[in-house]
């Protein structure tokens, strides 16, 4: 299987993409192609009038072809006042007429410090992503202690097996 991993923060030292730079070595551990999603800064602020004016941007076409290689994509973001950070919802914004993300197998979590955490961002992304009918097959933030891994196999399992949440 190849995977995408998306990650939701801009910081350059965030949880989130340490949580993902573990899922990205278990996920080769068990025979999966894995790629890294370019920083989502790179993308514009979506507006559907660059694609007739300018064409379309070289970073907005590099997402879009992540997205259409991937058989699952792996969502790490933090909660931003109760939802998902701006960037992400751009990114997303950017495939929601394309359809690069239409049905695509994805995982949701935020790495915590604790399993209560995060619960509310991973909504709104799964709100969001319910308007390409992704197919979420985790829905979890992952806390920052021991156990880590075992949820982490527990995702990708999800992913493997293809399960979806309906």
């Known amino acids: 299987m190849r995977v995408l991993t998306v990650c939701g923060s801009l910081q350059a030292t965030s949880t989130n993409r ?5 899922v990205e070595q278990r996920a080769i551990a068990r025979g999966h192609q894995v790629v ?3 920083g989502l ?10 694609l007739t004016t300018t064409g379309e941007p070289p970073a907005v076409r590099a997402w879009r072809e992540n997205l259409s ?16 950070p701006g960037a992400l919802k751009n990114a997303v914004d950017w495939v929601i007429g394309s359809g690069e ?24 992304l799964a709100v969001t992503l319910r308007a390409v009918e992704g197919r979420i097959a985790w829905q979890a933030p992952i806390a920052r202690q021991p156990g880590a891994d075992d949820a982490i196999d527990a995702l990708l399992v999800a992913l493997e097996r293809g399960q979806v949440d309906d």
């Open 36 to 38: 890294a999603a370019p």
């Open 41 to 50: 800064d790179a993308l514009p602020l979506f507006n559907p009038d660059i």
């Open 69 to 84: 290689e991937a058989d699952a994509v792996v969502f790490a973001s933090p909660e931003y006042g109760h939802s998902l």
């Open 101 to 124: 993300l239409y049905r695509k197998l994805v995982a949701l979590t935020a790495s915590v410090p604790h399993e209560t955490r995060g619960q509310l961002g991973l909504e709104a």
């Open 18 to 22: 340490d949580l993902l730079g573990q």
